[in-house]
């Protein structure tokens, strides 16, 4: 099994949700994010612009089966991609158990 750490857009995180569900990931947890990068935000107030470094991000948590790690990576760069500095990151490590509580199933099973 992997996990998939993405950080994208928020912008683009309604087209990553949809294109995970027509690949049948359809569990994943997310949050919003601040974070710090390459790319320079700036604001305009009253004709003013100011520059800031905080970026405001939506972070994507997945788990799959190892089957399912290079589909759902790809969806995600392929719906994720702006070509603009800023697009985000994908991380991806090693998952050596799952357990799904209620049933108390284990492994590629509790995914299901």
């Not at 700036?42 to 939506?58: A, E, L, N, P, W």
């Not at 990576?73 to 994908?90: F, M, N, Q, R």
């Not at 509580?101 to 299901?112: A, F, H, Q, W």
């Amino acid at each position: 099994m992997k996990k998939i750490e993405a950080i994208i857009r928020k912008s683009k995180f309604d087209e990553v949700k949809e294109a995970l569900h027509q690949i049948e990931v359809n569990f994943f947890s997310y949050w919003d994010v601040t974070g710090v990068g390459n790319e320079k935000q700036g604001h305009v107030y009253r004709g003013v612009s100011y520059s800031t470094s905080d970026i405001q991000r939506r972070f994507l948590s997945i788990i799959v089966s190892d089957p399912f790690l290079d589909i759902t990576v790809d969806a995600i760069i392929k719906t994720a991609y702006t070509g603009i500095v800023g697009d985000g990151k994908i991380f991806v490590s090693d998952i050596t158990e799952s357990y799904r509580i209620r049933t108390g199933e284990k492994g590629i099973d509790s995914l299901k």
